[in-house]
C-alpha cells in the first residue's frame, strides 16, 4: 500500500538554524499539507499546497517557513532560523483529487528538537 | 471558525470492556469528520471518516463512529476493547472552502488496563 514518508526521523538543531523537512507524498495525490504537534498538544494545521502555491496556511505559518515541490515528488517544509519553540513533530500529508474521499494521509512524522 | 472538542483527555478501560470516546465539533455546514489514532512514537492513521449518508460509519480494527447532526457529535465506539487498542485518538473536522485542511481536537489518551 502507497506511503507517505519523511525525512528525517529525528532532526536536532541549534536555535536560529535553518532546517529543512523532507516528505515524499503518495505518489498521484494533488495537495498536500504540513502539520505540526507540540508535545503534549492537538495537531495543528500549518500549510496548504496545491499546483505548485501555497492554497492557505495558518497564523503560525510566518515568514520563517517556507514550502517547496522541488522535483514532482518531493515536498518540503523549510524553517529559516529556528527558534526554541519550534520543537515539534512535524506532520506532512498528502491526499488524492476530489473524487469524494478528501482523506488525508499522513507520514510518520519528523521530530525536530531546537536547543 | 471550526473546533473540535473532545472532553476526555485520559480514558481508562479493561481489556473486553465496551469503548466510547466523545467528539463534538463546530462547523456551519455539513462538516466531514474523521478519526485518528496515535501510536507512541508513531503518525497518524486513519481510523474512519464520515462525509455524508448512512450516519453510522464503520472503521478499521473493529471501530465504528456515530454521526448525530442534532448534537453536533461524532462518538468513536468499540464494543470490545484490545490492549493493542492503546493509543492516542484524535477527532478531526475537514474544511471545505479550506482544501479540507484538518481541525484536531487534543485527543483522548486510551490506556487498556489487562
Known amino acids: 500500500e502507497p506511503e507517505v514518508t519523511q525525512t528525517p526521523s529525528h532532526q536536532v538543531t541549534q536555535m536560529g538554524q535553518e532546517v529543512i523537512l523532507r516528505c515524499v507524498p503518495i505518489s498521484n495525490h494533488l495537495y498536500f499539507y504540513w502539520y505540526r504537534q507540540i508535545l503534549g498538544q492537538k495537531v495543528e494545521f500549518l500549510v496548504s499546497f496545491y499546483n505548485n502555491e501555497i492554497s492557505e496556511k495558518s497564523e503560525i505559518f510566518d515568514d520563517q517557513f517556507s514550502v517547496e515541490r522541488p522535483d514532482g515528488s518531493n515536498f518540503t517544509l523549510k524553517i529559516r532560523s529556528t527558534k526554541l519553540e519550534d520543537s515539534a513533530m512535524y506532520f506532512c500529508a498528502s491526499r488524492e483529487r476530489d473524487l469524494g474521499t478528501y482523506e488525508q494521509y499522513f507520514g510518520p512524522g519528523t521530530r525536530l528538537t531546537v536547543t | 471558525a471550526q473546533s473540535v472538542t473532545q472532553p476526555d483527555i485520559h480514558i481508562t478501560v479493561s481489556e473486553g470492556a465496551s469503548l466510547e470516546l466523545r467528539c463534538n465539533y463546530s462547523?456551519?455546514?455539513?462538516?466531514?469528520l474523521f478519526w485518528y489514532v496515535q501510536s507512541p512514537g508513531q503518525g497518524l492513521q486513519l481510523l474512519l471518516k464520515y462525509f455524508s449518508g448512512d450516519t453510522l460509519v464503520q472503521g478499521i480494527k473493529g471501530f465504528e463512529a456515530e454521526f448525530k447532526r442534532s448534537q453536533s457529535s461524532f462518538n468513536l465506539r468499540k464494543p470490545s476493547v484490545h490492549w493493542s487498542d492503546a493509543a492516542e485518538y484524535f477527532c478531526?473536522?475537514?474544511?471545505?472552502?479550506?482544501?479540507?485542511?484538518?481541525?484536531f481536537g487534543k485527543g483522548t489518551l486510551l490506556t487498556v488496563n489487562p
Open positions: 462547523y456551519g455546514a455539513t462538516p466531514y
Open positions: 478531526a473536522v475537514g474544511e471545505r472552502g479550506s482544501n479540507y485542511k484538518l481541525t
